[in-house]
């Protein structure tokens, strides 16, 4: 059976454990900052801080051997999330001629979620590494610096190139507007020791005969359904 311990860390049939949340450098949870505001007289503000993620830092094997994961905070370090106004129930309730409770009033109320977000940098295995580089600032994101990835390279413990992926990517709809525009891959090269192309590359193509939705359509799909 799996094993699960207070150390944050799992143990699979195999005796393989994993292990979550962070370490000396300080990374390894991804914690959220979740704002909510009232637009009443009162005009309260109320924080919660909350974990959203445990990222994975390494797998000790049976055999002993460690595969370790390496992360870094983008510059900005923060990502806003959709604001959703949503009115609430208000404190003040009335019996009405049922003889059930009901809200004489309610409140208009905004929700504001950031939170710190790390990129996997690389994966260190007992014979090879592989890095993940970053590639250009994504225009679709609308708060804080976040990138795309740009290649995949693998290396031996000489530090020599085994192999590596480039991803070229672009955007549809609407580049100059952040909320209706989306980043999509456009090819993947691969390459060798050398960094000679291996193979022609894989390429994909996109309809854009239709609109992108705008990223605020509250859960609305692109035929108006909720998701």
């Given at each position: 059976p799996i094993q699960f311990t207070n150390q944050g860390s799992i143990k699979d049939e195999s005796g393989h454990a994993y292990y979550f949340g962070s370490q000396n450098d300080g990374i390894g949870e991804e914690v959220s900052n979740t704002e909510i505001s009232s637009s009443s007289d009162e005009g309260w503000v109320r924080i919660y801080n909350t974990t959203q993620k445990y990222l994975l830092r390494k797998i000790v094997?049976?055999?002993?051997?460690?595969?370790?994961?390496n992360y870094e905070g983008e510059s900005g370090n923060t990502e806003t999330f959709d604001s959703e106004s949503y009115s609430v129930p208000y404190q003040k309730w009335t019996i009405n001629p049922?003889?059930?409770?009901?809200?004489?009033?309610?409140n208009s109320h905004t929700m504001i979620t950031r939170g710190t977000v790390y990129r996997l940098s690389s994966i260190v295995t007992p014979n090879e590494n592989i890095f993940f580089k970053k590639g250009q600032v994504r225009k679709d994101m609308e708060n804080g610096i976040l990138y795309s990835l740009g290649e995949i390279e693998?290396?031996?413990?000489?530090?020599?190139?085994v192999k590596g992926w480039v991803f070229y990517t672009s955007y549809i709809g609407n580049s100059s507007n952040v909320?209706?525009?989306?980043?999509?891959?456009?090819?993947?090269?691969?390459?060798?020791?050398?960094?000679?192309?291996?193979?022609?590359?894989?390429?994909?193509?996109?309809?854009?005969?239709?609109?992108?939705p705008h990223y605020k359509t509250k859960s609305i799909d692109h035929w108006g359904y909720y998701n």
């Open positions: 094997m049976a055999s002993g051997e460690t595969i370790t994961f049922q003889k059930t409770l009901e809200p004489i009033s309610s693998v290396k031996n413990k000489l530090d020599s190139i909320n209706e525009c989306r980043l999509v891959l456009d090819s993947i090269a691969e390459y060798g020791n050398s960094r000679q192309s291996l193979k022609p590359s894989y390429k994909f193509t996109y309809n854009k005969s239709t609109e992108t």
